[in-house]
């Protein structure tokens, strides 16, 4: 990577190097089954993508396990990332660690990108830092090895940014299509990049040169009159959004057949309220978690220099529209955004380059000693968000779950339906790689134990100690699985993990 001549007397700096250590971060316990935070999403995930490989069925035909004694299509975003990891299951088997791979590879061109992004919209010296930035964020880190499609959508959010802007520059008929693919796939992946990534891709149509000053808003609002205008404007919006929109009135359909769905249309969704919106101590845990899980807290201070520096700049109006973009999807989605972090994935893509920005400005007259000291804390911080946070979790669940899980992948057929009591978290169920039903302990009563013995489950399957992978058992409920336990002789208990397995058939209505 060749430097801008501005910078005389810096050495260039190995492309290598942010990409290595992103790469290297995101492989620790890579063969950790799928368990930790947000296990459910990625349980759902590999479960469609061990379907898909063992079922043999097509792209358009997602299942989940949660099904009860169906089939378990259900309607859901387009299934790309499960579908891929299933035709590497079909070479090498059903291993998770694939599908991780799948995610750290997805990543690694990412930051490649990234560092691409920050040279062309500041300078070669701000893109290499960017890219370390994205490297070493912890949220990052951890879902840019985590088994759902989030690499994946950052790295077409990512190759639609830059294929556009290599457009704009050189009018290669190519990179115009393949910032289309990158911009559908985004879609259809996730419905909401719509809006983060559809303005930086406009700003990237309507801005000159992004290194140099900004463009007026008045010669932007110009601009965009004239590009409404065009009809090729048109043309890669509209197959873009009836390419996307063809998917999910597919998906809703299949849902309507089913009964089954992720629940993200309709009123039931309940995304966002004004209640939620005026929430103080929402809006407060939202900016802690940016702060701390997505900048390092060391990448906060460079973030707000990068932005004061690049607010008169072409690049720094692409950056800033992908930041708002970003904020209006949060407004949209509020309450997702505020359980699900990886809502907040996509600001990496933008605060990158602009830390990036401010860091490069930053360093230039300062000691070495100083670079050194907050680079190392950024990557301390880091490591202990990850180290506490994500991979003891992921230590602590595999230890409660595995030997139950294991239990019932030797011990019952492939086809067992199991009832699996952890409320709606799949998670079990795809480490058992069995089909079954979802339940509480609060709804172990005898009219349901009755309707899954005649819709054919085989066995009870739970924790004495979560109701959920993260949700402690009530003693009450504790002492009632205790006694079903103890009045069924075939029972399976392990000591160790607090686990369980019952024959339903064992399990009596009066009882």
């Known amino acids: 990577m060749r430097l801008h001549p501005a910078l005389s007397g810096i050495a260039p700096r190995p492309a290598w190097l942010p990409i290595g250590l992103g790469s290297l971060l995101r492989l620790v316990q890579i063969w950790m089954p799928v368990l930790g935070i947000h296990s459910w999403r990625q349980a759902d995930t590999a479960a469609m993508a061990r379907h898909f490989s063992q079922a043999g069925t097509p792209i358009w035909l997602p299942q989940i396990d949660w099904s009860g004694a169906s089939a378990g299509f259900v309607e859901s975003e387009f299934p790309i ?30 930051i490649w990108l990234v560092m691409r992004l920050g040279r062309r919209w500041f300078s070669p010296e701000s893109g290499w830092w960017a890219g370390l930035a994205f490297a070493i964020a912890p949220l990052g880190v951890y879902f840019g090895r985590a088994f759902q499609a989030e690499a994946l959508l950052l790295l077409c959010a990512a190759g639609a940014l830059e294929s556009l802007s290599l457009w704009r520059e050189q009018r290669l008929p190519w990179a115009l299509a393949l910032s289309w693919l990158c911009f559908t796939t985004a879609g259809l992946i996730k419905v909401i990049p719509l809006l983060w990534l559809g303005l930086p891709l406009l700003m990237v149509q309507l801005s000159t040169n992004p290194q140099n000053h900004a463009t007026p808003w008045k010669t932007l609002l110009n601009r965009l009159m004239r590009l409404l205008r065009h009809p090729g404007f048109w043309f890669y919006i509209s197959t873009s959004l009836g390419a996307i929109a063809g998917w999910y009135w597919h998906a809703h359909q299949l849902g309507q057949a089913s009964g089954l769905s992720f629940g993200f249309w309709g009123s039931g969704a309940d995304r966002s309220s004004l209640s939620l919106l005026l929430d103080l101590n929402g809006w407060i845990n939202l900016l802690l978690r940016i702060g701390l899980r997505l900048l390092a807290l060391v990448g906060v201070p460079f973030l707000l220099l990068g932005l004061r520096a690049s607010w008169r700049s072409g690049g720094g109006q692409i950056a800033i529209s992908g930041l708002l973009g970003v904020l209006l999807c949060t407004i949209a989605t509020m309450r997702s955004s505020t359980i699900h972090e990886y809502y907040q994935l996509p600001l990496l893509l933008f605060s990158s380059p602009l830390i990036g920005l401010g860091w490069q400005n930053w360093k230039q007259h300062r000691p070495r000693w100083q670079r050194r000291l907050l680079l190392s804390l950024a990557l301390v911080v880091s490591l202990t968000v990850l180290s506490l946070d994500y991979w003891a979790v992921e230590h602590r669940q595999r230890q409660a779950w595995m030997p139950l899980a294991l239990t019932i992948r030797r011990d019952l057929p492939i086809d067992a339906r199991i009832v699996s009591v952890t409320s709606t978290d799949p998670t079990l169920l795809n480490l058992a790689r069995r089909q079954g039903w979802l339940i509480s302990s609060k709804q172990l009563t005898p009219e349901r134990i009755q309707r899954w013995k005649k819709a054919g489950a085989s066995h009870l399957a739970g924790s004495f100690m979560w109701d959920k992978t993260y949700r402690p058992m009530p003693e009450q409920r504790q002492r009632i699985l205790r006694e079903m336990v103890d009045a069924s002789p075939g029972a399976w208990v392990d000591p160790r993990s607090q686990t369980y397995l019952i024959p339903i058939d064992e399990l009596h209505p009066q009882g």
Request: aromatic share 14%; charged share 10%.
């Open 81 to 110: 990332y499960p579908f891929l990891v299933s035709r590497l299951y079909t070479l090498m088997g059903v291993q998770e660690w694939l599908g991780r791979g799948l995610s750290v590879l997805c990543s690694g061109l990412t």
